[in-house]
C-alpha cells in the first residue's frame, strides 16, 4: 500500500499540533506501508518527504490562494500512490484534488474545524472564507474522516450534516514516552531564569484565539505570590493578538515577580525539561479537539489544568490527572476566576500535583502509543481500500 501523507508541517517546520501528529505518524507508518510525505517548505525531495512552495506569482497575496497554490503541486505529485490522507484544511484541498485527479481515496484527518474558529477571519481575510470552502468540500467528498477525539466527531456531523456517520471514525492523537519522559535536569531553567526553588505554571503553545493566553494572563494576577509563569509562546496569529497579548504580559510584569516569557521555539529537551519542573502544566483554550500537549505534559509526569472543552476530558481525567476548568464565552471573568483558582490548588499543594502526575504518565503510556495509533490508522485505509476494490 502506498499512501500519500499531505501536510503544512512537517520536520524541521513544526509549530502545532497537527505537525506533532504527522512527524510522529509518519514515523511509526512506514513500518506498515510504503509513505510518502508532501509538505510546505524549501527542499524539494529527499528521503521519502518531497517540500512544495507557493507560486512565486502569489507572493503577498491572500494566504488562503498561496496555500490552494501549494495544494495544486501536492495533487500533482501524487502519481503512484494507492491512498491519500490529508492534515488541516492547508492540506485538504490537496486530498480532494488527488483524489479526482488520480482516482484514488482520500482519506481526511480533522485537527480542528474551520466554523468553529471564527477568530480566523482577522487572520484570513477574506481567506476564511476560502478556508471554509476547501474544508467542506473535501470533508463532504471523502471517502473516509477521521475524528481525533469523540468530541470531534461530535463537532464533524453538526458541522457537515451532509457527512455519512458511517465515515467518521475516532483515531486518537498519540505520544512518543521515550521523548516525552520526567528529566531530572535543571540546567535549561537555569539558562532561563527560572527559580527551581519555587513552583511554576508553564503554558507551551501559540498566540492565538484558540489556545486563549490572553485568558491566563488575566488570571495569572491572582495566583499565589509565590508562583512563577513561564510562558513558551510564539507565532502569533495577528498583530492584534501580538499586542494583546505583549500589553497583558507588560502590565503583569508590573505588578508581580516571576513571570518569564520564552517567545523563541524551544528545541524538544529544553520543553520536557520545562515540562517535568512544572508545578502544573496551564492548557486555558477555548477550543481544542484533543491538545496533544496535554498528553505531552502528562507524559511528563505533570498535572494539568486545562479547560473543559473539545477532546481536552478525553485526555486528562479531572480530579486524578489534573483539573478541569467549565469554559463559557460569555463569562470569560468567570472562567479566569475559576482557572485561577485551580492552579494555585495545584501549583501550592506538591504532594497533590506529584500523585496526579505520575497518574497522567500511567495513564499516557498506556493509552495513547504511536504504534497503536498507526495500526489503527492502517486499519481505516484497509476498510477504504477493500470498500473501493
Not at 8 to 32: I, K, N, Q, T, W
Not at 89 to 118: D, F, M, Q
Request: proline share 6%; with cysteine.
Amino acid at each position: 500500500m502506498k499512501v500519500g501523507l499531505l501536510t503544512r508541517e512537517y520536520p524541521p517546520d513544526v509549530y502545532g499540533g497537527a505537525g506533532v501528529h504527522v512527524e510522529f505518524l509518519a514515523r511509526e507508518l512506514r513500518s506498515l506501508a510504503d509513505v510518502d510525505v508532501h509538505c510546505w517548505g524549501e527542499g524539494g525531495e529527499a528521503d521519502g518527504v518531497r517540500r512544495h512552495q507557493s507560486w512565486p506569482a502569489l507572493d503577498g497575496a491572500n494566504d488562503a490562494l498561496r496555500t490552494f497554490s501549494v495544494d495544486l503541486s501536492m495533487a500533482a505529485a501524487l502519481t503512484g500512490c494507492d491512498l491519500v490522507h490529508s492534515h488541516t484544511w492547508y492540506a485538504n484541498l490537496a486530498g480532494h484534488v488527488g483524489k479526482l485527479l488520480h482516482g484514488i481515496p482520500h482519506v481526511l484527518t480533522c485537527h480542528s474545524l474551520e466554523p468553529l474558529r471564527p477568530w480566523k477571519a482577522e487572520q484570513l481575510g477574506g481567506g476564511y472564507a476560502l478556508s471554509s470552502w476547501a474544508e467542506r468540500t473535501a470533508a463532504e467528498a471523502a471517502d473516509g474522516v477521521v475524528a481525533v477525539s469523540g468530541a470531534m466527531r461530535d463537532d464533524i456531523l453538526a458541522c457537515y450534516p451532509a457527512i455519512d456517520p458511517a465515515k467518521v471514525r475516532v483515531v486518537h492523537n498519540g505520544i512518543d514516552t521515550d521523548l516525552y519522559r520526567p528529566d531530572p535536569g535543571t540546567d535549561v531553567l537555569a539558562r532561563l531564569g527560572i527559580d527551581p526553588g519555587r513552583p511554576y505554571v508553564l503554558f507551551v503553545g501559540r498566540i492565538t484565539r484558540q489556545k486563549g493566553v490572553p485568558h491566563l494572563l488575566r488570571a495569572a494576577r491572582q495566583l499565589d505570590r509565590d508562583v512563577q509563569l513561564v510562558l513558551c509562546a510564539g507565532a502569533p496569529d495577528t498583530p492584534e493578538i501580538d499586542a494583546e497579548f505583549r500589553t497583558l504580559f507588560e502590565e503583569l510584569s508590573r505588578t508581580r515577580a516571576g513571570v518569564r516569557w520564552i517567545p523563541q521555539m524551544l528545541p524538544r529537551p529544553d520543553i520536557v525539561q520545562l515540562l517535568t519542573h512544572a508545578a502544573v502544566f496551564a492548557c486555558p483554550s477555548v477550543y481544542e479537539p484533543l491538545g496533544i500537549v496535554n498528553l505531552e505534559a502528562m507524559a511528563c509526569g505533570t498535572a494539568v489544568v486545562a479547560s473543559r472543552v473539545g477532546g481536552i476530558p478525553e485526555v486528562v481525567q479531572d480530579g486524578t490527572t489534573g483539573l478541569l476548568v467549565p469554559y463559557e464565552h460569555k463569562d470569560p471573568e468567570g472562567f479566569e476566576h475559576d482557572l485561577a483558582l485551580l492552579l494555585n490548588r495545584v501549583a501550592t499543594d506538591p504532594e497533590r500535583a506529584a500523585a496526579m502526575g505520575g497518574a497522567g504518565r500511567y495513564h499516557v503510556v498506556r493509552e495513547f502509543g504511536w504504534d497503536a495509533i498507526a495500526r489503527r490508522t492502517v486499519e481505516v485505509y484497509e476498510e477504504i481500500l477493500h470498500a473501493d476494490s
